[in-house]
């Protein structure tokens, strides 16, 4: 019946139906039992075949993964292949320098432990101290020296038949910058060698002398080699030397060779030989035959600064700033052009009496610390802050290394902020004699500077002490065009009385330097003493139009207006001052006294209260003491 029932709902297939209609129960249930193993062996082989099948596919995708792992691998060795040729390659065109070789030598001197590595070293050593020298005497670093002794990377390169040493030497021969210094050592008898060097195989010498003077000979070897490898700073090497005649028969020779412009080096030699005048004329040949760039100006600065031309300086200093990093020698570092820069800018703000912006120039940079508070010591009491001054001196002093010269400076600098001018006559004595005395190289230099810097500041401290032949005989011995010297000139005469001297003195300095602030207030401040207040305010003026930062006219200027029953507008005067010199007590002095004449009782008190704690001088003292009554 269930069969039948199967058949009527279509369940069986229809031939399956047709059999099983007809067929006996037995058969019907042997075919069914048939049929039930053949599928259960069916469903059993799909079970197997399954998971073959998922077993292999695992296989595949794990063969996949280290496959794709692998390639993987290989682009990164390859990449890494890559970079590192390209490094090799890069650091062979890199590759700068001297490299001195192995030597040969007599086996006399192999035998008494004097091998061609050890003359090697020795010559490395020799040029080394030579460069060093150079390079710190020049913004134009040379390169390092090495040796190149041939017992490094011994292992041989399958087939070739050379070692990785010398397939290193020879790539960065073909791609890099390397110089190369060889030679030997040869015996002459009589106990006599011969000290051959060649340099990139062209420039060749030898020495000869005694072999227990074999040192003497590396030195000179090495001297010639360096002249090939870096002409300029070899120039620097012989100034440090003392061997300026030396240095400036080879800056003759070799301009002809390596270019006009090697000649602004001999303005440097003659500079060290005394000769500021001379190296300035030949650097503005310079840049009339070569054309502008900024290493004749660097020289033409220096030397302006030596002559105490201070008008030179300044349009100088303006022009260097102008030039940008390309105009420079290519072998000039970022930091060697920002030091020639910053010297630059720091002439230009010390020529205008910005002392404050020149403060803040990281300057001095080869001073030792002591030197470098000096310096700065100098700087603030032109600011007038005596007791940050005062201070930066006694711990200049404390460390034990002083420069008599910036002592000197520092210390004559204080007095004047002070108006002790007996102390600033003995301390201007001491910055003459520190420059005047001393030995070496710079002696020459120095002895421009005692007469455009030194001695005028002297003769203006013995002219305030009321010693105006000591004054008058100081300033005779300077030149007649350097600014200070004319502008004391003027200052003696005021303090003379001698207007009409002044005046004369003041008109040429101010001629000379049209655009420097100093001669307009020196001479302003001799008419404001004279009580012709109009006529010190227009120098006062001029003074302000070309040093807006130089605050002496300005508090001069306010002092004029008081003078003048203007202290409300003198206001204007001293506030503008007190941006760039904060701590002068006569400044906050006369600002109470401006304030009290205006009204302002309350102000003046607090500017007073300011002067009080600063330093004042006596006559300035009884003058507050006196206000101080009157508010």
């Known amino acids: 019946m269930e069969r039948k029932a199967a058949i009527k709902s279509g369940e069986l297939g229809a031939a399956e139906s047709i059999a099983l ?28 075949q399954n998971a073959y099948e998922l077993s292999h596919l695992r296989w595949r995708r794990f063969n996949d993964q280290i496959s794709g792992a692998l390639r993987i691998i290989a682009v990164i060795f390859g990449v890494l292949l890559l970079l590192g040729l390209a490094t090799v390659l890069w650091r062979a065109h890199e590759a700068d320098g001297l490299v001195v070789g192995a030597f040969s030598v007599p086996p006399d001197l192999l035998q008494a432990g004097m091998s061609g590595g050890v003359v090697a070293d020795d010559l490395t050593q020799k040029l080394a101290t030579i460069r060093r020298i150079g390079n710190g005497q020049s913004f134009d670093q040379t390169s390092d020296v090495q040796s190149d002794l041939g017992d490094e990377f011994k292992v041989q390169i399958p087939e070739t038949g050379i070692s990785l040493s010398e397939a290193w030497r020879a790539l960065k021969s073909w791609l890099g910058h390397e110089h190369a210094m060889s030679g030997n050592v040869r015996d002459l008898g009589d106990g006599r060698v011969a000290l051959t060097v060649s340099y990139d195989g062209a420039g060749t010498a030898s020495f000869t002398g005694a072999k227990t003077n074999l040192g003497a000979l590396e030195q000179r070897a090495g001297e010639y080699v360096f002249s090939l490898y870096s002409p300029n700073n070899y120039v620097f090497y012989l100034q440090d030397q003392g061997h300026l005649r030396e240095a400036l028969a080879l800056e003759e020779r070799w301009s002809g060779r390596l270019g006009i412009g090697f000649l602004s080096l001999t303005g440097n030699t003659l500079r060290y030989l005394g000769k500021p005048r001379l ?51 290519p072998s000039f570092s970022k930091s060697s052009i920002e030091a020639v820069l910053r010297d630059a800018r720091q002439a230009e703000e010390l020529a205008l009496g910005d002392f404050s912006a020149a403060q803040g120039e990281d300057f001095c940079l080869d001073c030792d610390p002591a030197e470098r508070l000096l310096a700065r010591a100098a700087l603030d009491a032109r600011l007038h802050d005596v007791q940050r001054s005062r201070g930066e001196i006694a711990l200049a002093r404390d460390s034990g290394r002083l420069s008599a010269e910036r002592l000197g400076h520092a210390r004559e600098r204080l007095a004047e902020a002070e108006g002790e001018w007996t102390g600033a006559v003995h301390a201007a004595g001491q910055y003459v004699s520190a420059l005047t005395d001393t030995q070496g190289v710079d002696s020459r230099i120095d002895a421009v500077l005692a007469r455009t810097e030194a001695m005028p500041l002297r003769a203006r401290a013995l002219a305030h002490t009321g010693d105006f032949a000591g004054a008058h005989a100081q300033i005779d011995k300077t030149p007649g ?52 207040y109009d006529d010190a305010i227009a120098k006062f003026e001029a003074a302000n139009r070309k040093g807006p930062h130089f605050a002496d006219p300005l508090e001069m200027w306010g002092e004029a207006l008081i003078a003048k029953d203007r202290s409300d507008l003198a206001l204007a005067k001293f506030a503008e001052a007190g941006k760039y010199v904060p701590n002068w007590g006569r400044l906050h002095l006369k600002w109470g006294e401006a304030l009290l004449w205006s009204g302002d009782k309350s102000g003046a008190q607090k500017q007073f209260a300011i002067a009080a704690h600063l330093d004042l001088t006596r006559s300035e003292k009884s003058e507050l003491a006196k206000e101080r009554g009157h508010g």
């Open 279 to 329: 190296a300035i004329a030949r650097e503005r040949y310079v840049l009339a035959v070569a054309g502008d760039n900024p290493m004749p100006r660097w020289e033409i600065l220096n030397a302006s600064e030596e002559l105490g031309d201070t008008e030179s300086t300044l349009t100088t200093a303006r022009k260097l700033q102008t030039y940008p990093a390309a105009a420079f020698p």
């Open 21 to 48: 209609a007809g067929a006996s129960r037995a058969k019907t249930d042997a075919y069914l039992d048939e049929q039930t193993r053949l599928a259960r062996l069916q469903a059993e082989n799909l079970i197997d």
């Open 481 to 532: 065009d350097c600014d200070l010297c004319l502008r004391v000139r003027g200052e003696i005469d005021a303090l003379q009385k001698n207007d009409v001297g002044a005046g004369y003195w003041f008109a040429r300095a101010v001629k000379q330097a049209p655009d420097i602030p100093f001669a307009y207030a020196d001479w302003g401040e001799m008419l404001l003493h004279e009580g012709k």
